[in-house]
């Protein structure tokens, strides 16, 4: 059965730093889409960021994009987000996902259907 289990969330001031890690376990093949959602009081889900474990190829939200960063090591089979000069807007349960099935990664929720159980980042002004 497989299991995404992430950590690293905790609160910081607006122009901090933190790191997310999401550690997979139960299934061994290393071609997958794995990466964060994220979803603030009062919102939708959103996708953050993905990668494609197979190639390292990676897909970003323009509200990060050049501000967070999605890495992998896969003998570890972990993905991490280090996220930089936050900012309150970052505020949110931060959901780790992972999927084999997909062609490319995407931002569309039905297509993962594995998840973490989120992990908490809070940004004060």
């Known amino acids: 059965q497989v299991q995404l289990v992430e950590s690293g969330g905790g609160s910081v001031q607006a122009g901090g730093s933190l790191r997310l890690s999401c550690a997979a376990s139960?299934?061994?093949?290393?071609?997958?889409?794995m990466g964060w959602f994220r979803q603030a009081p009062g919102k939708e889900r959103e996708g953050v960021a993905m990668?494609?474990?197979?190639?390292?190829?990676?897909y970003y939200a323009d509200s990060v994009n050049g501000r967070f960063t999605i890495s992998q090591d896969n003998d570890k089979n972990t993905v991490y987000l280090q996220m930089n000069s936050l900012t309150p807007e970052d505020t949110a349960m931060y959901y780790c996902?992972?999927?084999?099935?997909?062609?490319?990664?995407?931002?569309?929720?039905?297509?993962?259907?594995?998840w973490g159980q989120g992990t908490q980042v809070t940004v004060s002004s």
């Open positions: 139960g299934y061994t093949y290393s071609n997958k889409c």
């Open positions: 990668i494609y474990t197979g190639g390292g190829s990676t």
């Open positions: 996902a992972a999927d084999w099935g997909l062609v490319r990664c995407s931002f569309r929720q039905y297509e993962y259907n594995y």
